[in-house]
């Protein structure tokens, strides 16, 4: 391929990296994580409330990684109020986990800039060095898209697995239970799917600029030395 080409592909990729990293920096910090309802169990059955009355026992809920914002309906109007993870709701999270969740997304954004400069120096430098020349290339983006896919799946686990949005509901709570009602994935958890899919896509651009993959090259094995040998 001329290399007018590739440094446009490259280029390309290199504005792909560098949103997502700005992408997966936004979304890190934006409490629009999971945005749901939670019924007030005790209100409810406290007066046998039937389906359409259920309403005025359900209240709001979202949150992102380090802070959110809940309103508890229990018959008797909603109580608004704002919490943080850190350091508030460290004993009725699973902390290790949460920790796990931002740290990946601390290297998506690392990584995601380091990329990023790597594309721009494949395309107007002279790469001299492995991480720096096709195979960084590939690593960097293998990374991003790696790191990316798991803070979708290790979020997932914390919400489905660890009931985070009850926990979060019923923290310093003494007279009322409160039960997820409704929760869905907010603008955020998203945002890290597209990161994903952007880092996808530039595993495919560098494809098309014609780099290998690693480790497919496949070696010529010289079979005349074997049979000249044997004649002596």
Request: net charge neutral.
């Amino acid at each position: 391929m001329p290399s007018r080409q590739k440094q446009l592909l490259f280029s390309v990729s290199g504005l792909l990296g560098f949103s997502c990293a700005l992408t997966a920096a936004v979304a890190t910090g934006l409490p629009l994580w999971i945005r749901g309802a939670a019924l007030c169990r005790t209100g409810a059955e406290l007066v046998n409330a039937s389906e359409p009355e259920l309403e005025k026992f359900l209240g709001e809920l979202s949150y992102g990684l380090f802070s959110g914002q809940r309103v508890k309906q229990c018959g008797l109007g909603g109580r608004a109020s704002r919490f943080t993870f850190f350091p508030g709701l460290l004993n009725a999270i699973p902390a290790g986990l949460h920790v796990t969740v931002i740290f990946f997304c601390g290297v998506v954004i690392l990584f995601s800039s380091v990329a990023t400069g790597f594309f721009f120096f494949n395309a107007f430098g002279r790469p001299y060095e492995t991480l720096q020349g096709p195979l960084g290339l590939y690593l960097w983006t293998f990374i991003c898209c790696l790191s990316s896919c798991l803070v979708m799946i290790l979020f997932a686990s914390e919400v489905k697995l660890h009931r985070l949005s009850e926990r979060i509901a019923n923290f310093k709570e003494v007279n009322f239970v409160f039960q997820t009602y409704s929760e869905q994935y907010d603008r955020s958890f998203w945002l890290f799917f597209l990161v994903f899919l952007l880092h996808g896509l530039n595993g495919i651009l560098i494809r098309l600029s014609g780099i290998q993959f690693p480790f497919q090259e496949s070696k010529e094995v010289d079979l005349g030395g074997g049979a000249a040998d044997l004649m002596y």
